[in-house]
């Protein structure tokens, strides 16, 4: 220690100024007088004295709060007399947060209104539980919405409502500033309320347009909006929609707002805005589906005999399948023999015509299937397999099916005839014998085949043709 130097002690007054103490500091006891403040204050406990630290309650009649509800009885230092320190009785009151500071001004019943249970979705600013008299509110609502009725700015006041034993009661109430004219009474409950809203049941969506009829709910709050649609999500192939560009701005408390030239099954974001950047209205629509495109391709595999095509895009609808027309006919006299519509789910892509049979044309057409119909045709003409390779030419065909058939019957004359005397006798009349696309497979088909004048008679299409049995 520093020589001439010793330990002190100081202590600060109430006017935060410190001041050295020559005796030592004792625990003292004392007691606070009943504070002689608002006499409608009402004490519990209620006594003319309290003990040191002792807390009590204040209250006050009808609808007036105490402006301190918590109170203590303290000792506070005061200053420093001929180096002891001097002490004087005080109240504390307790604070919202829990803290204790000396009381300043005495305490009074004043009018307060407790925080109103309006709208949840209402923002108070200051937000509080409580608010006393003349304490001014500013009102919000999240974007899109604004209170009703439109008050921005609230404060809470009092009426006289009733006299008492010659004494008035007051209620709370909120007073609403209205639009820079003067504070008027709040009659109902305050609720943000959407300021612009489509008329339910007037929403049309199209293949190619969206369409609403809207109505501002609040006067003089939609002036100059502007609407505009926008692609959801970026397009990507083979599905690719063109952006839409520009905005509509619209005026007035109601109209009709159109998207048009829009891609079907395309999901659009419809926006209505006020500038600079309040969003009013906001949803996501899809347009509705429509047929789909032509098959960008449709080709017969020469090696198996499938009728083979390549998938379509759900660009303009979900693809629930797909809807085949076959039709065949005799090559040489182009007389009718078959037709037959087939449907496949959307996971198929090939399908194995039946019944072909040498000296035969088919023509088959395929369409891709949405929610909305068959869309657009693809057209296929091709001629019998014959040994598991296609015929050649239209026009050769006759020729190569003699040819074969010639060389066939010369060398095994002898056997044919065997085989179809035997057969003849057992056959019922107008039967006939005929290859079904492979030489090692026949046949026996009982009856006719379809004649060209009862093809598709009465709307009906032809019966298809029994099915082949192969022969040993």
Known sequence: MTPGWKHAWEVKDNQDVWHEVAKNLTCTTGKCPKPQWDQKLRFQPNRNNYRLNEELNLTCPGALKPSVPKVKCARQFVRVNSGKPVYEDTWWGRKSTGAWIPIETAVECIETCQRPQWDSSLQLTPDQKNYKKNDEVTLSCPEGFQPSPTFTHVKCSSEDQSFSHGKPKYREVWLGWNMGSAWIPIQSDVECLDILQVVPGTLEISSTSIKLNWTCRLRDACQNMRAMCRLAVPSSPPCEAEEMKGEETLQGQEGTFTCSALQPF????????????????????RTKETVPDKLEKLWLDPTTGFLMWKPLPSCKGEIIGYQLNITSWRAHDGSSLEFMQVLVNQSVTQYTPSHQAPGSKYLVTVQGLTAAGAGAVSVLEFQSFFSGEP??????????????????????????????????????????????????????????????????????????????????
Do not use: F
């Open 266 to 285: 395309t999901d659009y974001s419809v926006t209505i805005s006020l500038p600079p950047s309040t969003i009013l209205y906001r949803q996501l629509h």
């Open 391 to 472: 015929l050649g030419p239209w026009p050769g065909m006759a020729v190569t099916v003699v040819v074969v058939l010639s060389v066939l019957v010369l060398l095994s004359a002898g056997i044919l005839w065997a085989v179809l005397s035997s057969s003849w006798l057992g056959s019922p009349p107008g039967a006939e014998l005929q290859p079904c696309g492979n030489l090692d497979n026949y046949c026996e088909i009982k009856g006719t085949l379809l004649a060209v004048e009862d093809a598709g008679k009465d709307g009906q299409a032809g019966k298809p043709l029994p099915q082949c049995l192969p022969v040993l």
